[in-house]
């Protein structure tokens, strides 16, 4: 037995610890799990002190460390979306100038919106990732993933809050509901968790991964591998070899069922099928804030690598993210004849493109006509 405080109502020792939720005593009830550290330690509530502390059963036991993180399985937590201290960060990040902010514990399109609004008309900008991380995100996914820029499959709290023999079919109906809606994607935790001591991961690390890719994730995120583990850089490079032998089989088709809610997003579908069809060696796309980018990479061409040029810095860096698509940061012209013409000289020089290799044209930088096209060219 070992007895929990709500902070300091009691002194340390050897059978006690605490955790800093002051509401502890009036959310969880006798009978209740408390997990610790993604699971590790399990306890059970056996009985409530009057002197807010509480008596739990050892369930699974481990090594406990400090500031070890908490999960209430199946329980509401009363805590706001966005802390004190989350204000803070979000407000220092801003003035960074970050690309992202991920957003944990996402129960519902209000807390997106509640983010938006602290971030005011930097909220366009700044793109917003929803941490998907409990059976409240997971229950109301449709909602979120309309408010929200991209999901983050966070699955270490969330194999902890929902019966892990389900994790695998949430997260591909996640990933499902996100090719359908055109918002990246993101699948993160465990991927090669047993890399954080070990040199190779195990097979069933890499199947993992592989089937997240042949989901067609827009990216795979590590996170214990690479800030505590002994192998960092070799873990990046065992996921990007991963990748490199799975993008090369077809996936799962999810894009298929892309929900084509405008003209541009039809223009783009248009462009990825012509580029499939004629063999083309790549699509461009011209664009300013990455709209258009966004459209074609929602598509998931198969065959087809994506270039995106665009004359913004923070565009060029938050496209990163979406999968099958380098983008480049250049210059405008007046002229768009000029500007293509760049795009061609920098795929040349930086990305194995040849004279006479064909290419297919979509932008949503308009010249002034008001006429959007899709161009096929050859590199001259």
Known sequence: VITISVRDS???????????????????DVGDRITVDNGIINLQVLRKNENSTMDCKVIDGGILKSKRHVNLPGIRVNLPAITKKDRADILFGMEQQVDFIALSFVREANDI??????????AGKIKIIAKIEDQSGVENIDEIIAAADGIMVAR??????INVAELPNVQRRIVQLCAEAGKRVIVATHLLESMIVNPIPTRAEVTDVANAIYEEVDAVMLSGETTVGKHPVRCVEQLDEIAEATEPFTGLGFTKQLTETNDKQSLAVTAVQLAETLGAKGIIVITRRGLMADYVTNCHPQKTRIFAFTNDSQTRRRLILNRNLTPYRTAFSSDP????????????????????DKVVVISDVLAGTGIEAIQIRHLP
């Open 113 to 122: 919106l509640e983010l938006k609004e602290l971030m005011g008309d930097k």
């Open 156 to 161: 270490g709290d969330l194999g902890v809050e």
């Open 337 to 356: 004849e000029k500007t293509l013409q760049t795009s061609f000289d920098v795929l040349k020089e930086r990305a194995g493109l040849q004279s006479n």
């Open 10 to 28: 009691i002194d340390v020792e050897e059978s006690s610890f605490h955790i800093n939720y002051d509401d502890l005593m009036d959310t969880v």
